[in-house]
């Protein structure tokens, strides 16, 4: 098989398992939110002191479009905007109660639909996804 046939093969399989609806992690909390506004959460979960410049360098946005997330997690209580203490020219994002209980539950929904993955595998299988998925994401 060439590596255009491996490529067309993985990306048929990719597109069969994101449409299966079997994939799908939205708990009840973020029924509404875009895979950005999730992606966002994520950030401010795991680096609570990020800057917005650096959420857009991260993620490839447009400032706009980070404007507008903002707005609509603000909107639904899952964040709020504060001035930056050590910069009152910059804005510092907060993740509310309600934005940490929605992440820690997406992280729920995720563990459960990896383990679930997990169980029509190998050990020796499992290891070898994580150790391929390593390599892959060092490479982002």
């Known amino acids: 098989m060439s590596k255009e046939e491996h490529i067309e093969k993985f ?12 994939l799908e992690v ?8 875009t895979v950005l506004d999730v992606n966002i ?3 401010l979960f795991n680096s609570p ?12 946005i447009p400032n706009s479009t980070l404007t507008n997330a903002i707005n ?10 504060k001035l930056n203490s050590n910069d009152l020219r910059s804005l510092q994002l907060l993740l509310t109660v309600k934005g940490k209980q929605a992440i ?16 029509i595998l190998s050990k020796e299988e499992i290891m070898s996804l994580i150790n391929i998925f390593e390599k892959l994401v060092s490479k982002l």
Do not use: Q, Y
């Open 49 to 60: 002191d990020i800057a917005p410049k650096e959420i857009v360098a991260k993620l490839s």
């Open 72 to 81: 609509r997690l603000e909107k639904k209580g899952m964040i709020k905007r």
């Open 11 to 22: 990306r048929f399989l990719w597109e069969r398992m994101l449409i299966s609806n079997k």
């Open 104 to 119: 820690l539950s997406h992280h729920a929904e995720e563990r459960t639909l990896i383990g679930n993955m997990f169980d």
């Open 41 to 43: 959460l994520r950030l």
């Open 26 to 33: 939205c708990t009840e909390e973020l029924k509404d939110s």
